[in-house]
């Protein structure tokens, strides 16, 4: 991870979902405010892409994104890691973590909650979740709080260290679960619509993922990696390069985005 390290002032433009029609490019990455131009810069610039198995994914996962390397690939569903939860009491389906090996710094899940049960506590973590499949969960943390997660895809972010347990509304579900250590990495979160070409700009010391909750999509650039199916994600890691890609297909996405702690100067900000 580039810890440490200093982030000119950039901006990140998106099309918001009332803003989209057929055709409509959706940007999601990094540029300074007007050089538009200098985006595309390196689009040219080698990829080692394609579609991992969970060895080779592993090993490149678990790189330092500073190492100079700008790295492409994408994940299928059926090569997803399936593990007990911490507390033993329910399952997930690791997509990725970075580092590979030893404490990870970020990770990408998938929880199965087949029954009413208490979450494994993560200090030191923030973490997100976002409701993908089933009729709803609620979240009933210790100090007295309740929230629900709707259809379709409602979303909570709380610390790791609150004490929560997931109660079943109507069924069980599945939840993307995306978690980060918040004294290395900063991480957000969007849901969008696929409708049509997305361009995503990973700028250098940036990780990017994309996992399609439905539909299909294809990358029409010159990246060589395979079609995504929904359930598949696609990792965008940029070391000292740019990274352009552009997705192409119709149906909905979650983009995940991680930087390092240190760059707070930094500010997302989402416009029309």
Not at 139 to 168: K, M, N, S, W, Y
Not at 201 to 217: D, K
């Amino acid at each position: 991870m580039l810890k440490g390290k200093g982030f000119p002032d950039m901006d990140v433009v998106a099309r918001k979902q009332t803003d989209l029609c057929p055709g409509d490019i959706f940007f999601a990455g990094w540029f300074s405010p007007g050089c538009c131009r200098a985006a595309f810069a390196d689009e040219n610039q080698p990829l080692n892409s394609g579609r991992l198995g969970c060895t080779e994914w592993s090993h490149m996962v678990g790189r330092d994104i500073d190492e100079g390397d700008s790295r492409s690939w994408v994940i299928p569903a059926n090569e997803y890691r399936r593990e007990r939860w911490r507390n033993q009491l329910g399952w997930t389906r690791e997509i990725l973590r970075s580092p590979a090996q030893g404490e990870w710094d970020w990770r990408l899940s998938i929880a199965e909650i087949e029954s009413d049960a208490e979450f494994s506590v993560f200090p030191g973590i923030d973490r997100e979740l976002v409701l993908l499949s089933g009729n709803g969960l609620r979240l009933r943390f210790a100090d007295g709080e309740t929230r629900e997660l709707q259809p379709p895809h409602d979303r909570l972010r709380f610390a790791g260290e609150r004490a929560v347990a997931g109660e079943l509304i109507d069924g069980r579900t599945h939840d993307f679960n995306l978690m980060w250590r918040r004294d290395r990495v900063q991480a957000q979160l969007w849901h969008r619509p696929l409708v049509g070409p997305m361009v995503i700009f990973a700028e250098p010391g940036t990780t990017w993922a994309a996992h399609l909750i439905s539909g299909h999509a294809r990358f029409a650039d010159d990246s060589a990696l395979p079609p995504l199916q929904a359930g598949d994600t696609a990792v965008f890691a940029a070391g000292m390069h740019r990274l352009r890609h552009v997705l192409d297909g119709g149906g909905e996405a979650l983009l995940v985005r991680v930087a390092p702690a240190g760059a707070t100067d930094l500010e997302l900000r989402l416009s029309s």
